[in-house]
C-alpha cells in the first residue's frame, strides 16, 4: 500500500512538472505574439508607414541593389553577376527610409548620419539620387500599365546608349524547278547578302518634370508628401509619354505611329463611303490589309472615345452590333473579334484624319527604357521652394511598319 501511494505521488509530480512546463512554452508564445502584435500596431500608427512587411522591405532594398548593378554594369556581363550582401540590402533600406524623410525635410543635413551616408551610396552628383524600385514604379509603371497606350507596344530596357536592330530589307528571289529554262538564272545573282541587311537605331531621350514644394508643406504637412508629389510625376510622365508615342515628331523624343515619317501604311475609306465618315466595312478591309503573319491576341484596334461612340450605334449587315462587350469585363469590348483599345490622342473622325488604326503592336512599335528614374533635390535654386528634380530617358520608334495600318477618312 505504501509503494502505490509513493508511486501514485511520483505519477502526480511529473504530471504538475509536464504541466508546468507546458505553461512556460505558453507563455513564451504568448509574450512572442503579444510583442509581435505591439510591433506592427506601432508600425501601423507611424505617419508615413506605406509597408508593414519585412520581406516586402528586404525585397524593395535587392531590387534598388539591383538596380545599382544594372546602372554601373551592363546586363550581359556574366563576369560580374548582381550578388547582394545582408550589409548593402541594410544601406539600401536605410536609404529608403532616407529619401521619405528627405521629402519631408529641406536640407539634407537635418537627416542622421546613418540616412545620410546611406544617401552618398545612392547618389549621382550632389544632391542626385537613386529612387527605389517601389517608388520608380509608381512612375514607370505607367508606361507599361495595361490601361496605358505604351503597354500595347513592346517594351525594352537597354544599358547602353541606344539599342540596334538588324532589318532584313527582302529576300534575293524565288527558287526555280530544275526543268525550267531559267533555271539558277539567279546564281550568282551577284547580290551581296550584307545588301540585304539594314540597321534600325532606337535612342533614349531625357525626360524631366520638375516639382516645387515650399518649406512650410515640407515640414508641417499631416499626410503622405511622397504619395502625393510621385502622383504628380506619375500624371506628368503619363501624359508626356503617351503623347509622344502617337504623334511624337522624332526629333529629341519618340516618333509617333500617327507621324507621316513613322511609314505606318495609310489606307482610305471604301469608295461607297460617304465623305466625312466610315462604315463597318472599312474596319474590316482595314483588318484585312494587315498580313495574317501579324495577326495574333496582340492585335487592336485603336480610336479614341467619341469614334467608339460612333461604333456602338452601327450594325451588320444582319443587323447585329460590330462591338461587344467582354464577359468577363463589361469595360472591356472586342469589334469585330479584335480588341478594342481607347486612345485619347487618336484624332476624331474628319476629312484627312486617321481616326482608326489596328495592327500587331508589339511588333510594330517599340519603347526602349534606358535610365531608371531618379531624383535630385535642390534646396537652393528656388529661394523658398524645394525643388524636386526627376529624370528618366525613354525612347521609342516603328520597328515593323509592315504590323499596321491607318484608315484615313476621305
Not at 546602372?71 to 536609404?95: C, G, N, R, W, Y
Not at 548620419?113 to 529612387?131: C, D
Not at 537652393?380 to 521652394?385: L, M, T, W
Request: proline share 6%; with cysteine.
Amino acid at each position: 500500500m505504501g509503494m502505490e501511494l509513493v508511486d501514485l505521488i511520483n505519477e502526480v509530480k511529473a504530471t504538475r512538472d509536464v504541466l508546468a512546463t507546458g505553461d512556460v512554452e505558453r507563455d513564451k508564445i504568448l509574450k512572442q505574439v503579444r510583442a509581435d502584435v505591439d510591433r506592427l500596431a506601432l508600425r501601423v500608427n507611424r505617419p508615413g508607414f506605406d509597408n508593414i512587411s519585412d520581406d516586402a522591405n528586404r525585397k524593395a532594398a535587392i531590387g534598388l541593389l539591383r538596380l545599382k548593378h544594372d546602372l554601373k554594369i551592363p546586363k550581359h556581363d556574366v563576369q560580374h553577376p548582381f550578388v547582394a550582401s545582408e550589409d548593402q540590402i541594410a544601406e539600401a533600406t536605410t536609404h529608403i527610409e532616407a529619401l521619405k524623410a528627405l521629402m519631408h525635410s529641406a536640407d539634407v543635413g537635418r537627416l542622421p548620419e546613418a540616412m545620410r551616408k546611406a544617401l552618398s551610396s545612392f547618389s549621382f552628383g550632389s544632391n542626385g539620387f537613386i529612387l527605389p524600385v517601389e517608388l520608380s514604379d509608381r512612375i514607370l509603371s505607367c508606361v507599361v500599365s495595361p490601361t496605358d497606350i505604351t503597354s500595347l507596344f513592346d517594351n525594352v530596357t537597354i544599358s547602353g546608349s541606344s539599342i540596334k536592330f538588324l532589318v532584313d530589307r527582302g529576300d534575293i528571289d524565288n527558287a526555280a524547278w530544275a526543268c525550267q529554262s531559267a533555271c539558277f538564272a539567279n546564281n550568282p545573282s551577284g547580290v551581296d547578302l550584307a545588301s540585304l541587311l539594314g540597321e534600325l537605331e532606337i535612342k533614349p531621350e531625357p525626360l524631366r518634370y520638375i516639382a516645387c514644394a515650399t518649406s512650410d508643406v515640407l515640414e508641417d504637412s499631416g499626410f503622405s508628401v511622397e504619395n502625393w508629389l510621385l502622383g504628380k510625376v506619375s500624371r506628368a510622365f503619363r501624359n508626356t509619354v503617351s503623347e509622344a508615342v502617337m504623334i511624337g515628331s522624332g526629333v529629341g523624343m519618340p516618333i509617333g505611329i500617327l507621324n507621316p515619317a513613322s511609314g505606318i501604311p495609310i489606307c482610305d475609306t471604301a469608295a461607297p463611303t460617304p465623305a466625312g465618315q466610315f462604315t463597318w466595312q472599312d474596319l474590316v478591309m482595314l483588318r484585312f490589309e494587315v498580313p495574317m503573319q501579324f495577326w495574333d491576341p496582340a492585335g487592336a484596334y485603336l480610336m479614341n472615345q467619341r469614334t467608339a461612340g460612333m461604333l456602338f450605334s452601327m450594325s451588320d449587315a444582319n443587323g447585329r452590333p460590330i462591338i461587344v462587350p467582354s464577359l468577363q469585363d463589361p469595360l472591356v469590348f472586342s469589334l469585330l473579334g479584335s480588341p478594342l483599345r481607347i486612345a485619347s490622342q487618336m484624332p476624331d473622325v474628319a476629312p484627312g484624319a486617321t481616326p482608326v488604326a489596328y495592327g500587331n503592336w508589339k511588333s510594330a512599335y517599340t519603347v526602349v527604357n534606358r535610365k531608371a528614374v531618379t531624383m535630385q533635390h535642390d534646396p537652393f535654386s528656388a529661394g523658398f521652394c524645394s525643388l524636386f528634380k526627376f529624370e528618366a530617358r525613354l525612347g521609342g520608334a516603328v520597328t515593323c511598319a509592315n504590323a499596321a495600318r491607318l484608315l484615313r477618312i476621305k
